[in-house]
């Protein structure tokens, strides 16, 4: 069996829950708090991806980044960037795709937070940056945990968007579950399986653990 | 000298309220905010702290402008140097009790106040627990703790007292007026209880529907004015039996339970529940030493 297309899965995975971290936490405070009524219409494109088939998302991506494009030619030559067919690419696609899962669980963390321990912070004199990383994020380490893992479990189950934007480059882009596809057309029913096998393993045992730290039963067997 | 003039429209429970006021609070004073809930009295600490803005004020701390509409200048909480206890104390739960107090700590301050705020609260044994582990009482010390590590040129208490038991309360009244001295403190109060009120403050402001529609010291405020007693307290009724001709007034004062014989048109008014003042001025109260 072939072990790169897990290798590329796990890599794609993990940059891609990086990526989300960073972008989530900021965007998931702004919904979390702004009174701006434009509020509604980005918390509507962040869940998109929710609802909206795989195939749709990687088809407009497709498009949009293609060197025939203004956008895609205005990467390809001026930036030297290359996303379609490529790793790069699939790590923007995945961002994207699982994006509303990184940004639900932390921008309901915070809305549960109560209002005045961000007020007492700054009466404290302590700035907003301050107060969001000593204080906020510290107290949402459940909810923080949770965007992380659903986003890595979500990006090691992508298949459509992966299949429009990425192909099925080995190395490069054939990821498991593409992996996976590839063999049972080719009636690899054992490698095949031994992929799914893999995957639905290290799945569970993510979730597992992340149920398993959520609900307090971790603290209460240390104690 | 703190001078405060606000003006807002609230949007209260009951409809919205036009809130007008204007305090001046002498330094080293405690002064309390009385009134009912959605009088308005929370809002007004809310604007000293900078955590809400009128629509037309001036605060001015020690000839420090710290509120100005007029001329545009609004310092932002963390300029403002206030310190505040919510009411739901707003502890910071990832913290220990320590961490807590540390947390307030301006850069470069001695961290020896840290220590001597423990130690006045006497939470010494408990520093290092989290706040969840900790009873209300402990909590509202620690919240008050954690007010004055910056030494703010106001601290403002908003009903630290409301939530807890009423023995605890009296040990914390007397925590609260500890601190206001040792640290020589301009405190402001909000509170409904009239026993408290009596007790802490130097001046009162009675706050109906956004306005101030009393203020000047408890006595001035609260007492009747036929009576000049020469010592008189406040007590909630407990109970009021029959007795006979007269009538046997249970009254609860602080922690202490006195009886009061009354006749029929003394307490015809008079439910269980009610405040009242308990006053003496025939005859002279004895003093003695107990220890």
Redesign the interface.
Known sequence: MDWQPLLLTFKLALITTFVLLVISVPLAYWLAYTKYRIKTIVETLVSMPLVLPPTVLGFYLLIALSPANSFGSFLTDWLGIKLIFSFGGLVLASVMYSLPFMVHPIQSGFANLNPQITEASYVLGKSRATTLFKVLLPNIKPALLTGVVLAFAHTIGEFGVVLMIGGNIPGKTKVASIAIYDEVESLNYHNANSYSLILFTITFIILLVVYLVNGGYLKRVWK | MIQISLKKKLRAANGAIQLDVDIEIEQGTLITLYGNSGAGKTSILRMI???LLPEKGMIVVNTKTWLDTGKGVSL?????????V?Q?Y?????MTVKENLM??L?KGQDKAIVHELISIIGLEDLQHRKPEELSGGQKQRVALA??L??KPDILMLDEPLSALDIQMRSLLQDYILKVHKEFSLTTILVSHDIGEVIKMSDKIFIIDEGKITRQGTPIEVFSNKQVSGKFQFVGEILSIDKEDVVYIVTILIGVNIVKIVAVESEIHSMRVGDKVMVASKAFNPLLQKIN
Request: aromatic share 16%.
């Open positions: 702290a900078g955590l932002k909480p963390q300029q403002r140097k206030s310190g505040f919510f739901d707003a502890l910071f739960p990832n947390y307030a301006e954690r007010a590590v910056r």
